[in-house]
């Protein structure tokens, strides 16, 4: 099963809530880059399908956090899996169509200047990072508060906004929390990894 398929299969078995159909549609659709897309320009996911695959590798770690018999008994933490799919699958949206394809002079190993690719960012939607996805989905489907909370905060402390809202807001939306740290889990150790 290809990364595309996976997803389609996940979000169709998961997520049924009115609107869902018309944004999967959005997605496959030629006005979307999803399915290619980079996730950066040079730090995780910098290749064709880096996106995708980043939102699978988010969905497993989430999945996998939530799972824990610590965060069900002791946390009192249980999500629906619609909302677990909604968060890991669709909390980077805001890169759909956030990246080109230019080209720059570089040396090859033999010293001799070569033209090459390289991802740069033309941001045609400048709304943020979470709040930019959170904008975008809500245009197709409504989310809960716990959904719209989680995608708006999963960068963390790692974005520009107060340290103590983003902490307030971790707190009283646990989902956040755990979606943070699928989302670094993915990025440093499974798509770090590719690196090393």
């Excluded at 999945?63 to 677990?84: A, F, H, M, P, W």
Aim: charged share 25%; net charge negative; with cysteine.
């Amino acid at each position: 099963m290809t990364n595309k398929e996976r997803f389609i299969d996940i979000f169709k078995s998961k997520i049924h809530r009115e609107g869902a159909d018309a944004l999967l549609n959005y997605l496959c659709s030629e006005q979307s880059d999803f399915f290619t897309a980079p996730a950066s320009t040079r730090y995780h996911g910098a290749y064709e399908g880096g996106l995708l695959e980043h939102s699978l590798n988010v969905y497993d770690c989430l999945c996998d956090q939530l799972s824990r018999k610590r965060v069900k008994e002791l946390y009192g933490i249980n999500y629906t899996d619609e909302s677990i799919a909604i968060v890991s699958l669709l909390h980077d949206l805001c890169k759909v169509n956030f990246y080109k394809v230019s080209m720059r002079n570089v040396k090859d190993e033999t010293g001799h200047w070569i033209s090459a690719p390289y991802y740069t960012i033309e941001d045609t939607l400048p709304y943020g990072h979470g709040e930019k996805s959170v904008y975008i989905i809500s245009g197709y489907m409504r989310l809960t508060r716990d959904e719209a909370f989680a995608i708006r905060y999963h960068m963390g402390f790692s974005g520009p906004e107060d340290a103590n809202q983003v902490g307030k807001a971790l707190e009283m939306f646990p989902l956040g929390s755990f979606l943070f740290m699928a989302d670094m889990e993915a990025s440093y150790f499974l798509e770090g990894m590719k690196k090393n």
